[in-house]
């Protein structure tokens, strides 16, 4: 798939939800293959302004070629969006937008390691800066760490079993290409009947470990909120239940009018406060059939948003 041809996920409703105007200034904190970044330009003509950044050198190259047209209305950065708090001006953004995951060309491209469905190697890094990969995990981790990886990133349930495989195979030598892997999970956990491939819940709990997906989730939307004007919305786009469930956690607890003192929430101990937040979406948005159908890949994406107070 050329770079050109990238379906944003949830476009309209991101827009809906973000309402560019002219003037307004707005930040993408995963600019992919620029597809909501290049929508918000163009319903923020004539001067609206955009600050982008992606950990992905590929993907910044990539929105910069589909943004030509709005030359000087956008900044592009290399940056992990856990610190766009640090580049962009706090309190000017009227709209912030998070896509997570990965786009559709670093899933396809082989030698990014990301996908047990094209052989390549154990990589999964964002940035290639990083000293952490895959295969440093997969190769040098303890048995324990790798079985607490795959069920708290992944909610794998034979975390334990693959692990222990893992450890026996690297005895006759290491584990380097997506392929090894994948058919070593599917040779010890076979899921007979299932939609999905056996590999999928551990190459999502790798990816999370390489990545940092939710270190990052959770600064990047503590910040995003401090770069936010009042009024400002942030949506955040998800593609598993374990960012979702990260996004809604953070969302609720913000948009309350008391904090909790301990661990458990006893309405009598609760500290008034003013809310920092709105929910604007109390349930998550999810594609509609015609957007599944366009783009099979948005099927998990789920959609919140919610607007600084
Ligand atoms: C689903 S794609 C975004 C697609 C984009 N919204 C578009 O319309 O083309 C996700 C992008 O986020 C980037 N990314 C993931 N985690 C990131 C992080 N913590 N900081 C910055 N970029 C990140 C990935 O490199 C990838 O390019």
């Known amino acids: 798939m050329s770079s050109f041809a990238h379906i944003p996920v949830l476009l309209a409703e991101v827009l809906a939800a973000l309402r560019p105007k002219p003037g307004g200034c707005y930040a993408d904190g995963t600019l992919g293959l620029g597809g909501h970044a290049e929508a918000i330009l163009a319903g923020s003509a004539p001067d609206g302004r955009l600050y982008g950044c992606d950990r992905d050198e590929m993907s910044l190259e990539a929105a910069n070629r589909r943004l030509v047209n709005f030359a000087g209305r956008y ?46 190697p154990l990589d999964m890094r964002l940035d290639r800066r990083q000293a952490l990969t895959a295969a440093e995990l997969v190769n040098d981790a303890s048995g324990d760490e790798l079985a607490k990886i795959f069920w708290e990133w992944g909610g794998e349930r034979e975390a334990r079993r693959l692990a222990r495989a893992i450890v026996e195979a690297r005895r006759t030598g290491r584990l380097e290409s997506t392929r090894q892997l994948a058919e070593l999970i599917g040779r010890v956990a076979p899921r007979r009947g299932k939609r999905t491939h056996p590999a999928t819940k551990v190459f999502q709990a790798l990816r999370v470990a390489v990545i940092d997906e939710v270190g990052s989730l959770e600064c990047g939307m503590v910040g995003a909120l401090r770069t936010l004007k009042p009024g400002g919305r942030l949506a955040v786009i998800t593609f598993n239940s374990l960012e979702d469930r990260i996004v809604k956690a953070f969302g609720r607890t913000r948009a309350r009018d008391y904090t909790v003192t301990g661990e458990v929430d006893v309405p009598e101990l609760r500290v008034p406060r003013t809310p920092e937040v ?28 919610i607007e600084k107070i």
Do not use: H, Y
């Open 75 to 120: 900044e592009l950065r290399q940056l992990n969006f856990a610190e766009l708090a640090d580049w962009v001006p706090l309190g000017s953004c009227d709209g912030v937008v998070l896509d997570l995951g990965m786009s559709s060309a670093q899933l396809d491209a082989a030698e990014r390691g990301f996908s047990f469905q094209v052989e390549g």
């Open 278 to 305: 709105r929910l604007i979406t109390r349930k998550a948005v999810k594609p509609g059939a015609a957007e599944l159908v366009e783009n099979p890949r948005s099927r998990s994406a789920q959609l919140r948003v």
